[in-house]
């Protein structure tokens, strides 16, 4: 069982960057894929970013040069280091574990991109 605890959500005017933080339980969090996704009202969850546990990363076409994954397997934490932030981009946000038998979830962060 790996649990997942997501931070750093919040209230953004469009334009300006948040760092979404994940920290997950166990000794095992480098061997995981670690991955964001995001559900917006009244849309199918969308995943947003992807980053093995070799460090290869890859991103949704909507987020790719204004969002960033990346992980420190030292504190056990993948983070999304988000800038220029659209009024589109408001969703809970998911962290979730990759590992061999089943995927975990978070139980998510509110972003509200907004004047």
């Known amino acids: 069982q790996v649990q997942l605890v997501e931070s750093g959500g919040g209230l953004v005017q469009p334009g300006g960057s948040l760092r979404l933080s994940c920290v997950a339980s166990g000794r095992l969090f480098s061997t995981y894929d670690m991955a964001w996704n995001r559900q917006a009202p009244g849309k199918q969850r969308e995943l947003v970013a992807v980053?093995?546990?070799?460090?290869?990363?890859n991103y949704a076409t909507s987020v790719k040069g204004r969002f960033t994954i990346s992980r420190d397997n030292a504190k056990n934490t993948v983070y999304l280091q988000m800038k220029n932030l659209k009024p589109e981009d408001t969703a809970v946000y998911y962290c979730?574990?990759?590992?061999?038998?089943?995927?975990?979830w978070g139980p998510g962060t509110q972003v509200t991109v907004s004047l």
């Open positions: 980053i093995t546990r070799g460090g290869s990363t």
């Open positions: 979730t574990a990759q590992t061999t038998m089943v995927d975990y």
